[in-house]
């Protein structure tokens, strides 16, 4: 089992619909939980970082963590052609500060918004 | 624009031969790291600077493979004996490490390697 995995794609989406990326990881010590953005040939941009259970919004995207069930998501309401992208969920263990804080992604979903 | 810059941006060069890239991370961040990344995959972290100290490194930084951040500054990975299969993007990422702060990291732009 791999330690992050990500809902395989790719998503399509069309415009003004909600897009829906899942991630699950595997390691129970884990505490820090991001989403990034990557276009093609760039490089990975923070979406949104969330460390406790429940919902996080921040503009038209809301992260939703469950650490019981060891799932993590990220809802983008509104998907626009501009969000079509690679998303990358991205797990930080950092149990007892032994792992410094590097980070395990998964795989990435690739998301086309379609006009 | 992060502000973590890398230097080249693009990279080709020819299988056995070395290269060297740099990192300048933002200038409080005291936290480095490097990962690589191949097509179609996510991010996979290569090793971990703090300050000046290399804390960790994957087991897939072969001997081939070595960084350094001389002063706690810039950073430096280079890969001697290049081999095809080590093209890819090559990604720094710094954070800060103040106590009670963000452990959020931020990407540099990378540099991508063709190994011809």
């Known amino acids: 089992q791999k330690e992050v995995e990500q809902n395989s794609g790719p998503l399509s989406v069309p415009e003004g619909a909600i897009a829906s990326l899942n991630c699950t990881y595997s390691d129970r010590g884990s505490q820090s939980f991001f989403w990034y953005r990557q276009y093609s040939g760039k490089s990975p941009e923070l979406i949104m970082s969330i460390y406790s259970n429940g919902d996080k919004e921040d503009g038209r995207f809301t992260a939703q963590l469950n650490k019981a069930s060891q799932y993590v998501s990220l809802l983008i309401r509104d998907s626009q052609p501009s969000d079509s992208a690679t998303y990358l969920c991205a797990v930080n263990v950092d149990a007892g500060g032994t792992s410094y804080g590097k980070l395990t992604f998964g795989q990435g979903t690739i998301l086309t918004v379609h006009p | ?116």
């Open chain 2, 1 to 116: 624009d992060t502000g973590v810059s890398q230097d080249p941006r693009h990279k080709i060069t020819k299988r056995g031969q070395n290269v060297t890239f740099r990192c300048d991370p933002i200038s409080e961040h005291n936290r480095l790291y490097w990962y690589r990344q191949t097509l179609g995959q996510g991010p996979e972290f290569l090793t971990y600077f703090q300050n000046e100290a290399q804390l960790e490194k994957s087991r897939l930084l072969s001997d081939r493979f070595s960084a350094e951040r001389p002063k706690g500054s810039f950073s430096t990975l280079e890969i001697q004996r290049t081999e095809q299969g080590d093209s890819a993007m090559y990604l720094c990422a710094t954070r800060t490490g103040v106590r009670g702060s963000t452990d959020t990291q931020y990407f540099g732009p990378g540099t991508r390697l063709t190994v011809l």
